[in-house]
């Protein structure tokens, strides 16, 4: 069984930044880790839970959903079986609950939460103007 934790979520003025983490463990600790692609997702309320980036196996490929292109940037550490989502110039719409998620093999392109095979239990990120 594969376990994923967020945390570094927060309160935050418009405009500045945040670092969400995402610690795998269980099956996905060690050298399975770099085996998954890692993706982020976020659900405000009322709305359903949407795409904001994924980062492929090995780090080298990344892919964003428009809202957050050039704003976000993610990245992950093999070997500390870590996913991160640096956020920079946040708005008040970024307001939500923020997911990690995994899926084996995944090649940083899986967009859909459909396509993820295990979750994290989320992190409230504040946005405030």
């Known amino acids: 069984q594969v376990q994923l934790a967020e945390s570094g979520g927060g309160f935050v003025q418009a405009g500045g930044s945040l670092r969400l983490s995402c610690l795998a463990s269980?099956?996905?600790?060690?050298?399975?880790?770099?085996?998954?692609?890692m993706g982020w997702f976020r659900q405000a309320p009322g709305k359903e839970r949407e795409f904001v980036g994924a980062?492929?196996?090995?780090?080298?490929?990344?892919s964003y959903a428009d809202s957050v292109k050039g704003r976000f940037d993610i990245s992950r550490d093999n070997i500390r079986n870590t996913a991160s989502l640096q956020m920079n110039m946040l708005k008040p719409e970024d307001t939500a609950v923020y997911y990690c998620?995994?899926?084996?093999?995944?090649?940083?392109?899986?967009?859909?939460?459909?396509?993820?095979?295990?979750w994290g239990q989320g992190t409230q990120v504040t946005v405030f103007s």
């Open positions: 980062i492929d196996w090995s780090g080298a490929r990344t």
């Open positions: 998620a995994a899926v084996q093999y995944g090649r940083g392109t899986n967009t859909g939460w459909l396509e993820y095979e295990y």
């Open positions: 269980g099956a996905a600790s060690g050298r399975a880790f770099g085996s998954y692609g």
